[in-house]
Every structure is written in structure tokens, then in C-alpha cells.
Nanobody, 120 residues
């Protein structure tokens, strides 16, 4: 059983920073691309950033220059450093990982989500 557990969300003022973490646990062979998505009330889930297992990154235009994605392969963990936060960044943030599980199948797993609220 593979699980993704997120942490680090919360309430922050505009211009502030937060760091999200997501750790994969359970039985699996390897983790391929990991990423972060977000969903604001009344909107569709959207890509925030992704990172491959060799460190290549991709960002949504709305977060470029403010957010940084990173991963620690030894800890099976992906991070999202969010700086210069804006009210429009308010959303539930979800971790995503493409994992080669013990059935030798690559499956897209999701975390349970963590709330980020940017407000004064």
C-alpha cells in the first residue's frame, strides 16, 4: 500500500512564505515524476509544479519566480517552497507521484491535500 502524506499548509499573510512537504511511504520500487497541484473553491484542479527523478522541473506561469519545487530521493519526499504568496494562491494543495509499485505498474498516487490560505 502506497501513501503520500502532505504537511506544511496553513494561514499566511500576503507576501509571506510557506513550505509544503510530501512523503511517500509503503512498498514500491521507484518514484518517477512528483508534483504539486492545487484546487481553489469553484475551480478545477491545476498544475503548480512538477519535478522528474533526475531533477528537471516545470512550473505554472502563475508561480514562476515565486515557488520552487525540490525532492529528496533518499527520503522519497517532494517539497514546495512558496514565497511572495498572494491571496490568489489560496487553495488546497495536492501532492502527486507516479510510482512503480510492487505489481510492476506505474500508478499515479495522490495525497489527501493540505489547505493554504493567504489572507491579511
Amino acid at each position: 500500500q502506497v501513501q503520500l502524506v502532505e504537511s506544511g499548509g496553513g494561514l499566511v499573510q500576503p507576501g509571506g512564505s510557506l513550505r509544503l512537504s510530501c512523503a511517500a511511504s509503503g512498498s514500491f520500487f521507484s518514484i518517477h515524476t512528483m508534483g504539486w497541484y492545487r484546487q481553489a473553491p469553484g475551480k478545477q484542479r491545476e498544475l503548480v509544479a512538477t519535478i522528474t527523478n533526475d531533477g528537471r522541473t516545470n512550473y505554472a506561469d502563475s508561480v514562476k519566480g515565486r515557488f520552487t519545487i525540490a525532492r529528496d530521493n533518499a527520503k522519497n519526499t517532494v517539497y514546495l517552497q512558496m514565497n511572495s504568496l498572494k491571496p490568489e494562491d489560496t487553495a488546497v494543495y495536492y501532492c502527486d507521484a507516479h510510482i512503480l509499485n510492487i505489481a510492476r505498474t506505474v500508478v499515479n498516487y495522490w495525497g489527501q491535500g493540505t489547505q493554504v490560505t493567504v489572507s491579511s
